[in-house]
């Protein structure tokens, strides 16, 4: 980023929505300046500073209201749309009822409409700052892409709503397909991402209305996703914590061309809590995931965990095709009846994944061998269904696991590692999220 220089004084514009000076700072508190900060006075890409003053509504139109479903899609009704699957949910029909064509009309209107407003683009040579604790965003889809040099530190982020989330009755067993994540990566590179709070907040999917499957529609997408080689990024000092679909590294195992050689992510010194899955999901990235303080239990209200061990399918570790993660001495706290080890890591068919130095509920733990276990269970089932089915097993399916990861971090960069688990929470506890940074403009 650029260097500091002496503010030559703020000057204000656009109604009070920001301040600017000459040199590319900005003091924003509405979503309509956030925007035209970004713009940066025609020049987005050229380096700026950019301080978040209390909390910006993705929602807030111009005149200063915050839209809702029925200002995007006036007319939509979710369970008029459920109804229209048929009473088990399988198939979508326009004749169902004399309102479906309506009801599928509408939803792709809202979510278009709702994505042009929520969307916050943010573009190379960015600094995006919080000045104080609850400064941020709530129902915002901020997306980093095609830049380069982008920091975002000491906010505070809710994650947007998707009214208008789909219904894929072919997806597993069925599945809702939210469209918004709170803060995606789409081909950027050299990012950082500091005393970050990224939650559900206020509105669980517990709260939403039931689905075809009988279970709550899921109406958020990723909190932390990075995509279509997103590369050198850090996540640090950071709060993620009620939420399903966390972070996810790598959108297909087909998307060879675009991810691999890249996503090589360090998350470090991060509080997860109450995540459900992916903290983080990797496919061909290499990761290093240090000193970071996983806490679930199995019967939270909202949020519980189930681990592959009772049955579930909640992780928090999860190594996906040509993942290459390297673990290093993170603290896992699982309580509730039933939890178990089997917590910490899955691998789906990941097949190279080593931790060194982890522990489990405050005793050393062997997250190698869950790693293992995982990916030799999943391995078998493969080759079982491939064996039914008549057809080829696919190819991870003829690969043994291994602990050799094929890199180093300390080869990358240098660091020091807290040595206890206690450490490790106590760092997690106390300095992680806003609130923790003194910011002076």
Not at 142 to 165: C, G, K, W, Y
Not at 176 to 197: E, G, M, P, Q, Y
Not at 365 to 369: F, H, K, S, V, Y
């Given at each position: 980023?650029?260097?500091?220089?002496?503010?030559?004084?703020?000057?204000?514009?656009?109604?009070?929505?920001?301040?600017?000076?000459?040199?590319?700072?900005?003091?924003?508190?509405?979503?309509?300046?956030?925007?035209?900060?970004?713009?940066?006075?025609?020049?987005?890409?050229?380096?700026?500073?950019?301080?978040?003053?209390?909390?910006?509504?993705?929602?807030q139109a111009p005149d200063g209201?915050?839209?809702?479903?029925?200002?995007?899609?006036?007319?939509?009704?979710?369970?008029?749309?459920?109804?229209c699957f048929g009473p088990e949910g399988n198939a979508w029909s326009d004749r169902t009822y004399e309102y479906c064509k309506k009801q599928r009309q509408l939803r792709q209107t809202g979510s278009n409409n709702m994505k042009r407003q929520i969307e916050v683009s943010l573009p190379s040579n960015t600094t995006l700052?919080?000045?104080?604790?609850?400064?941020?965003?709530?129902?915002?889809?901020?997306?980093?892409?095609?830049?380069?040099?982008?920091?975002?530190?000491?906010?505070?982020?809710?994650?947007?709503?998707?009214?208008?989330?789909?219904?894929?009755?072919d997806?597993?067993?069925?599945?809702?397909?939210?469209?918004?994540?709170?803060?995606?990566?789409?081909?950027?590179?050299?990012?950082?991402?500091?005393?970050?709070?990224?939650?559900?907040?206020?509105?669980?999917?517990?709260?939403?209305?039931?689905?075809?499957?009988?279970?709550?529609?899921?109406?958020?997408?990723?909190?932390?996703?990075?995509?279509?080689?997103?590369?050198?990024?850090?996540?640090?000092?950071?709060k993620l914590y009620n939420h399903d679909k966390t972070m996810?590294?790598?959108?297909?195992?087909?998307?060879?061309?675009?991810?691999?050689g890249k996503l090589r992510v360090s998350y470090i010194g991060n509080h997860l809590e109450n995540i459900q899955q992916r903290g983080p999901r990797v496919r061909f990235g290499k990761v290093h995931v240090l000193n970071n303080y996983f806490v679930a239990s199995t019967d939270h209200p909202q949020y519980p965990m189930i681990s592959e061990g009772q049955g579930g399918n909640s992780y928090f570790l999860g190594a996906d095709y040509e993942s290459r993660i390297f673990s290093e001495r993170n603290a896992f706290e699982y309580t509730g009846p039933g939890a178990d080890e089997s917590i910490m890591v899955s691998s789906y068919n990941g097949h190279r994944f080593k931790d060194t130095g982890s522990w489990f509920n405050g005793d050393e733990?062997?997250?190698?061998?869950v790693a293992q276990a995982s990916f030799e269970q999943n391995r078998a089932e493969a080759l079982s269904e491939a064996a039914l089915a008549g057809e080829p097993?696919?190819?991870?399916?003829?690969?043994?696991?291994?602990?050799?990861?094929?890199?180093?971090?300390?080869?990358?960069?240098?660091?020091?590692?807290?040595?206890?688990?206690?450490a490790v929470r106590n760092h997690a506890l106390n300095f992680t999220g806003p609130g923790v940074l003194t910011v002076k403009q």
């Open positions: 980023m650029s260097k500091r220089r002496r503010r030559s004084g703020p000057r204000r514009t656009r109604r009070g929505d920001f301040r600017a000076s000459a040199q590319g700072r900005y003091e924003v508190s509405t979503l309509a300046g956030l925007k035209a900060a970004l713009a940066n006075n025609g020049d987005p890409k050229a380096p700026k500073i950019i301080y978040v003053n209390g909390t910006i509504d993705g929602n209201r915050i839209l809702g479903e029925q200002d995007y899609a006036p007319g939509y009704d979710i369970n008029k749309y459920i109804s700052v919080g000045l104080g604790a609850d400064s941020g965003f709530v129902g915002a889809n901020i997306v980093i892409l095609s830049a380069t040099n982008v920091v975002m530190r000491n906010l505070s982020v809710e994650a947007p709503v998707d009214f208008f989330s789909t219904w894929s009755p997806d597993g067993d069925g599945a809702w397909n939210a469209r918004f994540d709170a803060v995606s990566s789409v081909t950027s590179d050299h990012l950082w991402i500091d005393h970050v709070r990224l939650t559900d907040g206020r509105f669980p999917d517990s709260e939403a209305p039931i689905g075809p499957d009988g279970k709550p529609a899921n109406r958020h997408d990723g909190l932390l996703d990075l995509k279509d080689g997103t590369d050198y990024v850090t996540v640090s000092n950071s996810l590294l790598g959108s297909g195992d087909e998307h060879v061309d675009k991810d691999g733990a062997d997250l190698n061998a097993a696919p190819d991870w399916t003829g690969w043994d696991f291994s602990t050799d990861v094929g890199w180093d971090p300390a080869d990358a960069y240098s660091y020091k590692a807290f040595a206890t688990p206690q």
